[in-house]
């Protein structure tokens, strides 16, 4: 049983929070991420949460590690500068492994930008926005119901993995009015935090000689710990023995690159007899779907792969495709991030071409089309 | 100190942690003893107690507290602390941050926590300059205050954070010295009980990079200034000999709000170093939950 019922992108994420047990928000107003704000600060006290507006968007982040290091399910949202500004807390939000949930609706930067037109350009931001080597996870929506599907997964999955989840979103993908199902809440699946059962005196909050992911006691619950953006040892404390630094470095990278057939997410569109890929994400995939729909009914024979998953790269998916396809069309509102992820994964077993603009509109499935036909004339 | 209260201060320390990375002699050991003193006074258990601190040497006070810590980016305490509350309003918030911490890098953050009055803890350590980078001029360094980036004295004019609380309303305002041990235990004592944003500043020495740079570098003698060398500014006060101490350059009086009150504890404590407590309100974390649960 589900409840269907027609919402913007940015709705959707607002109740694919509260549908996740998501129970505070702090933020800060900016287009065009400001209805997740807006929602939420209705939505939030209805379940008992607690919604803060921030004095700006460093805050925010701070706010949301420190509410869920009391207990609750937590998530901001923003756009690009207000991103920027959320990368120092969100460093720390890794290093300290705080699940948390960062929404990022995109628009057209750098600075301030083209506030109110459309852009993927924060893609590479995602991945490496704070200071320091570092794992992270970002999924990408492309209808208002993967936004909420997608923000259901995000809190899942950083609950599981005791990490900050960015989800990226952009100005289209936010407009957009769709028909989302809500399931009922005995039907989604919602995953919380592990919590410690041994003796207090036992817990080791960053217990990374483990071989899963240690569990997150929350404050006040008898089970008191340090936490820190210094580099500690399984206590908590900072340490500066390189070997323990080297420890961490080691768990911090398999805590997700062993569990990626839990964290990746793609849809295969007619990709099975396909010679040409198109690979695309966000209302970018929207455009690309169609195109390839155009394609087929003119005889091409090309699919599309849409990437829900954007960090960690879905690089063993892209290699198996390389084996049997001879091109791949990478459409993006930026001038060329993931292409280059997917040039770096295909090594030159087949041709990869880029259709990019930054320039606040979209492209257009026609200006997908136009790639995959003339091309494949040549 | 007593054999009795050094066993009681030990149960709230991470003994393991020690020694600290503080310099010897420094004011902020002080203020640490102070500190859990107040807690133990209170009768608190260390679960309901969180101690937030930011970065700087007075950001490391957090590390060696048995109590629920963070030790947070720099200038951000205030925010961590934020959300802390609204998730435990019920737990008791001690917010520690040096100078620099709170009146440069965090002054927005700070403000806001005042504006809001998120129930904290605020101990703001002011030694007047940067210690943990190595000396450098911070927004409290005197004019003429030389450092290793002011080497011919500080030109610029220092802030005023008494000013400032009053400006933003924050409902309580307290200063003490690290000289002035006693009554800091009773501010904090205070402070917790309120359950507001209650805002304590507390003077502390760097002898060892102030104090050198500006003809002090001994710690007694930097601590023994802060006696001889602050006093109140209110005749009431003056009688008394009991000191918050220090002319502010707002000319605020010391205890002028509450000194008359005819309550013993408040005068007690005006006598102490509260220059207000204006408290009573229930701080926003309450409220905000409160009204959570009428619509929920």
Aim: glycine share 10%; net charge negative; proline share 5%.
């Amino acid at each position: 049983m589900s409840t269907p019922s027609f919402m913007h992108s940015n709705q959707a994420i607002a109740e694919g929070a509260i549908a996740a047990g998501c129970r505070f928000y702090a933020g800060y107003p900016i287009t065009p991420s400001t209805e997740i704000a807006e929602s939420l600060s209705g939505r939030l006290p209805e379940v008992g949460g607690v919604y803060i507006q921030m004095e700006d968007e460093i805050a925010s982040m701070a706010a949301v590690i420190g509410a869920s290091l009391g207990g609750l399910k937590s998530a901001t949202a923003t756009s690009g500068p207000g991103f920027s500004l959320m990368q120092e807390n969100l460093g720390f939000a890794v290093v300290g492994e705080v699940p948390c949930v960062i929404v990022n609706v995109q628009r057209v930067g750098p600075s301030t930008g083209l506030p109110t037109k459309v852009a993927q350009g924060d893609v590479m931001q995602a991945r490496w926005g704070t200071h320091g080597d570092h794992r992270i996870i970002t999924l990408y929506p492309s209808s208002a119901q993967e936004a909420f599907d997608l923000t259901v997964k995000a809190f899942n999955l950083a609950e599981r993995f005791r990490t900050p989840v960015i989800l990226l979103s952009d100005a289209v993908v936010a407009g957009l009015l769709e028909k989302v199902d809500i399931p009922d809440p005995a039907d989604l699946e919602v995953v919380s935090r592990a919590r410690p059962t041994v003796a207090p005196e036992q817990y080791r909050p960053f217990d990374y000689s483990s071989s899963d992911i240690p569990p997150l006691a929350e404050f006040g619950s008898g089970y008191r710990f340090h936490i820190t953006g210094l580099l500690h040892d399984e206590s908590g404390a900072p340490t500066e023995d390189s070997e323990v630094v080297a420890r961490w470095w080691a768990y911090m990278q398999r805590k997700l690159d062993d569990h990626l057939d839990e964290i990746l997410d793609w849809d295969e569109i007619l990709l099975d007899d396909a010679d040409t890929a198109v690979v695309a994400y966000g209302c970018t995939a929207r455009s690309a779907e169609h195109a390839v729909e155009l394609a087929r009914e003119r005889g091409h024979r090309v699919g599309l792969l849409k990437l829900k998953t954007i960090w960690p790269f879905g690089d063993a998916i892209i290699d198996q495709l390389a084996d049997r396809i001879d091109r791949f069309v990478v459409p993006e509102l930026n001038l060329g991030q993931i292409r280059l992820e997917v040039q770096r994964v295909v090594g030159g077993r087949a041709k990869v071409e880029g259709i990019n603009r930054a320039d606040g509109l979209q492209i257009s499935p026609e200006q997908i089309l136009d790639v995959i036909a003339e091309k494949a004339l040549a | 100190m007593t054999l009795q209260t050094s066993l009681t201060l030990r149960d709230y320390i991470r003994v393991e942690r020690l020694p600290t990375t503080w310099c010897a002699g420094c004011g902020l050991g002080i203020i640490l003893n102070c500190i859990v003193q107040a807690v133990d006074h209170r009768g608190l258990e260390k679960d309901e107690v969180s101690m937030v601190s930011g970065i700087g040497c007075t950001g490391r006070m957090s590390g060696y507290v048995d109590f629920n810590t963070i030790h947070t980016t720099h200038g951000r305490a205030p925010a961590f602390a934020t959300g802390l509350k609204m998730a435990q309003p019920d737990m008791t918030v001690l917010t520690v941050m040096g100078d620099g911490d709170a009146m440069s890098i965090g002054g927005n953050h700070l403000v806001h926590a005042m504006r809001r009055n998120i129930g904290m803890v605020a101990i703001v350590v002011n030694n007047n300059v940067y210690g943990l980078t190595g000396g450098q001029s911070s927004p409290t360094t005197p004019i003429g205050g030389v450092s290793t980036t002011s080497k011919a004295g500080s030109i610029e004019r220092p802030m005023d954070l008494e000013a400032l609380a009053r400006t933003l309303r924050a409902p309580f305002f307290a200063r003490a010295t690290v000289n002035h041990t006693a009554s800091l235990v009773k501010l904090v004592e205070r402070a917790i009980e309120v359950d507001c944003f209650a805002l304590i500043e507390v003077i502390s020495n760097c002898h060892i990079l102030y104090g050198r740079m500006n003809g002090s570098p001994d710690a007694v003698d930097m601590i023994a200034a802060m006696d001889s060398e602050t006093r109140p500014t209110n005749p009431a006060l003056e009688r008394r000999k009991r000191l918050p101490l220090r002319v502010t350059s707002s000319g605020t009086k010391i205890g002028a709000d509450i000194v008359d009150s005819g309550d013993a504890q408040m005068e007690d404590l005006a006598g102490r170093g509260v220059i207000w407590d204006r408290t009573g309100s229930d701080d926003l974390s309450h409220r905000y939950r409160d009204w959570a649960k009428r619509q929920a």
